[in-house]
């Protein structure tokens, strides 16, 4: 597995074992994103920050088996985006809210 964000962030993943790619700018998030999906790494672990930096990146591996991109929060905490996309992700493979379904309707 491989993780994708802010210093602090990715490097705390570093002692799980996981390949940690520090990145801050949209581009260098492509370019660690490319580098670790060209290594083979499934999953790749995003912080929601370097996620919507990179949204072209993230529609790119949308539909592909592998790696599996997911956003997860940073240091900052999270704003839902990571959630969202897992919302969004469910929906469309099943067809239905199951996860966020609103009780009483």
Not at 29 to 48: N, S
Request: zero cysteines.
């Amino acid at each position: 597995m491989g993780v994708v964000g802010e210093r602090d962030v990715a490097l705390a993943f570093k002692a799980m074992g996981m390949k940690v790619i520090p990145a801050e700018t949209p581009e260098a998030v492509a370019r660690a994103v490319f580098r670790l999906a060209e290594e083979g790494v499934p999953v790749i672990f995003m912080t929601e920050r370097a996620a919507r930096m990179a949204p072209e990146t993230l529609e790119k591996y949308r539909t592909s088996a592998s790696p599996v991109l997911i956003p997860i929060p940073g240091s900052q905490g999270t704003d839902g985006f990571g959630m969202r996309r897992v919302k969004a992700n469910v929906e469309k493979a099943i067809g239905a809210d199951i996860l966020f379904e609103k009780e009483g309707d």
